[in-house]
């Protein structure tokens, strides 16, 4: 006797990372931090509040980036990684917070969370 396909799909755990928008169940302090502080903070910033298992993070790129994942643990330095990394142009929104970092050089080596790793 077979079990149906749905059956064993509701039994397995899935893992999953990506981002996201705002939304009602996103938590409102990462939200307002967002709307309110994207060119305000340091590159490399992360804020991480846990909704139902779930990391919500917000995260100091080029701008804001705000994601989900349940897969992923932001505890100790294992949790980031070095990247090679290339700069934004000067011109865009935040600029000169990029420019802080990369100085003159157009690639660097810099430390990001696992979870950016993983989505790109």
């Not at 330095?77 to 990029?98: L, P, V």
Request: glycine content about 2%.
């Amino acid at each position: 006797m077979s079990i149906p396909l749905f059956t064993e799909l509701r039994s397995c755990q899935f893992g999953a990372v990506g981002t996201t928008r705002p939304h009602k169940e996103f938590p409102k302090e990462l939200s307002k931090i967002k709307n309110w502080f994207a060119i305000k903070l340091f590159w490399n910033i992360l804020f991480v509040i846990v909704v139902q298992d779930t990391l919500c993070l917000a995260w100091q790129d080029n701008n804001i980036v705000l994601a989900l994942s349940n897969i992923h643990i932001i505890y100790k330095i294992d949790d980031f990684r070095k990247k090679i990394r290339k700069r934004s142009a000067k011109i865009s929104i935040n600029g000169c917070i990029i420019c802080i970092i990369f100085e003159d050089l157009l690639t660097k080596e810099l430390w990001i969370p696992y979870f950016i790793n993983n989505y790109n």
